[in-house]
Nanobody, 122 residues
Framework: QVQLVESGGGLVQAGDSLRLSCAASGLTFSAFAMGWFRQAPGKEREFVGGIHWLGGRTNYADSVKGRFTISRDNAKKMVYLQMNSLKFEDTAVYYC???????????????WGQGTQVTVSS
């Protein structure tokens, strides 16, 4: 079955960097657009950014644009989220997700990981 497993979360200070990884299995990874979402306590899950099948096109939420970068390695079936200049408000559980066609809505994504906690102390 399809599995997406996130890793790399943790507790960091404001201004620090962190890289999240997502390992995919059970799907033709190169045929899926991949996305990162996050959910803070008491808030809706929100789109962070996404990357096209071939990795050449990315899009980001305005709140992370210029600070976060998504990349993928189709040979390794991995997608990454490099987070720089972290802010307290970036604290959330981060999820990777796979979509047949991409997009910035939860509805666009078919498969989800279990999430990894990122906590940024101010």
């Amino acid at each position: 079955q399809v599995q997406l497993v996130e890793s790399g979360g943790g507790l960091v200070q404001a201004g620090d960097s962190l890289r999240l990884s997502c390992a995919a299995s059970g799907l033709t990874f190169s045929a899926f657009a991949m996305g990162w979402f996050r959910q803070a306590p008491g808030k809706e899950r929100e789109f962070v950014g996404g990357i096209h099948w071939l990795g050449g096109r990315t899009n980001y939420a305005d709140s992370v644009k210029g600070r976060f970068t998504i990349s993928r390695d189709n040979a390794k079936k991995m997608v990454y989220l490099q987070m720089n200049s972290l802010k307290f408000e970036d604290t959330a559980v981060y999820y990777c997700a796979a979509s047949n066609y991409g997009g910035d809505s939860r509805r666009d994504y078919r498969y989800w990981g279990q999430g990894t906690q990122v906590t940024v102390s101010s």
